[in-house]
């Protein structure tokens, strides 16, 4: 019986060490490319007797470079290593003596079984990468470049050996791509958003595909903006009014607070249609359908772009936001017209724009088309200049029956006079690309 006993305490004690289930290794990123400099994160898990030793090399031809390794002697007999290893790794392969062409990162990771005789678990993994140090050729074509705050303008310029390219202001990053099919000439059409400082340098930037980038700056002179303010009186009457129309998007129970409510409805859900129209906007340019200024849309101007307005109710501020369009009064329900040849990428109900349409023109243009009662186009259709697509009215959070028109550059807003000007466009976009005086 007490050798049965031992028999069994043997068994239980020695049972991790027989097991025969190797390590888990993941890489984090799944790296394609190694660029000049790169990051990697070894994450190795070992769930039976633990870990007794982990490698991460990387060679190329008949060199192999030892990027970590670690060992875990056991401190006492049969005794279990560590369940987890996490490496982070800088690699730089010119440091290495590593040059541009396909190479292979290896980890492997052996466990402390007695499997094997003694060996040990072992699990090895293997990823072909290719190195690649040598950034993107570019060249910038523009001279210095003049803007206004909540303008637009155009880079150009020649890359060779990118998968992507643009012009970054501050945070913002805008992407460009082939002015005509096939050429080499490369346009991007890129804003200067309002709340961006005065002062923030500008990039033109190329990427490869293994990440390396190279950017050179771009001048830019600035002008500002000459933005109104612009002061909105609520009273009991025109709150319910608008919170009412609005009560569909409200969180529940907060319609019966009608300033709260409309605070909410003013800052928060016009923040939420603004990601929604950045994120239908902001995607990869599509090619240029677009060949000369916006048509501009009928009517009397009664808001402007970057009109600052304040909403007072019983004396106080209750709330402020800043007008991102410009609102053109016309007739009731008037035929609203495609400012521009493009793809409808949006149409239906938008929050504050109420019934709204958005238009991609192409290179990172788009239209909006907002207080819409009636909407004749549907989303992925493909329309031409001065096409109906719907009529005006008072849907959203609008006082009266108007047309609310905004521009887009990359998702961000515009000052749509800017694109209503033949003589801007030509000077600012079609001058710089080559394009020939007068197109259209």
């Given at each position: ?351 504050i724009y109420g019934n709204c349409v958005i238009v ?81």
């Amino acid at each position: 019986m007490l050798i049965a006993g031992a028999a069994a305490a043997a068994v239980v004690w020695l049972w991790p060490l027989a097991e025969t289930t190797a390590p888990t290794i993941t890489l984090e990123p799944a790296l394609d490319y190694i660029p000049a400099h790169v990051a990697l994160k070894v994450n190795v898990q070992e769930r039976g007797s633990g870990l007794r030793e982990v490698v991460v090399s990387i060679s190329q031809g008949q060199h192999t470079f030892v990027l970590a390794k670690r060992e875990f002697p056991p401190a006492a007999l049969l005794e279990k290593g560590p369940g987890t290893l996490a490496l982070e790794l800088e690699i730089s392969p010119l440091k290495l003596g590593l040059v541009d062409g396909p190479a292979t990162i290896e980890v492997m990771a052996r466990d402390r079984a007695l499997y094997n005789w003694g060996e040990g678990n072992i699990t090895r993994i293997e990823r072909k990468v290719v190195v690649d140090t040598t950034a993107p050729k570019l060249n910038v074509l523009n001279g210095v470049v003049y803007m206004s705050r909540g303008g637009s303008a155009a880079a150009v310029y020649t890359c060779e050996g990118a998968v992507a390219s643009g012009v970054s202001v501050g945070k913002w990053q805008f992407l460009g791509r082939e002015w005509k099919a096939g050429g080499k000439l490369k346009l991007c059409l890129f804003a200067w958003p309002l709340e961006v400082p005065s002062g923030t340098q500008v990039w033109v930037w190329a990427r490869d595909a293994a990440g390396n980038t190279t950017r050179l700056p771009l001048a830019v002179r600035l002008r500002p903006l000459k933005a109104p303010l612009f002061k909105i009186r609520l009273n009991d009457n025109l709150l319910k009014r608008l919170v009412q129309r609005m009560a569909s998007h409200l969180p529940p129970g907060l319609a019966s607070r009608l300033p709260t409510a409309f605070k909410w409805i003013n800052e928060q859900l016009r923040k939420a249609n603004h990601q929604q129209i950045r994120a239908v906007t902001s995607q990869a340019p599509t090619p240029r359908r677009w060949k000369g200024a916006l048509l501009r849309p009928p009517g009397a101007t009664t808001a402007l772009f970057g009109e600052r307005r304040v909403y007072i109710y019983g004396g106080e501020v209750l709330t402020r936001s800043v007008h991102l369009g410009v609102d053109l009064a016309h007739t009731s329900h008037c035929i609203i017209k495609a400012a521009g040849a493009g793809r409808i990428i949006f149409a239906g109900p938008l929050g504050i724009y109420g019934n709204c349409v958005i238009v991609d023109h192409g290179l990172g243009l788009a239209t909006l088309y907002g207080h819409l009662w009636q909407i004749t186009v549907k989303e992925g259709q493909q329309i031409h200049r001065g096409q109906p697509i719907g009529r005006s009215d008072s849907t959203g959070l609008a006082l009266g029956d108007h047309l609310h028109f905004s521009v887009l550059v990359g998702g961000v807003f515009v000052n749509p006079r800017e694109w209503w000007d033949p003589s801007w466009v030509q000077a600012h976009v079609l001058a710089p690309a080559g394009a020939s005086t007068g197109e259209r």
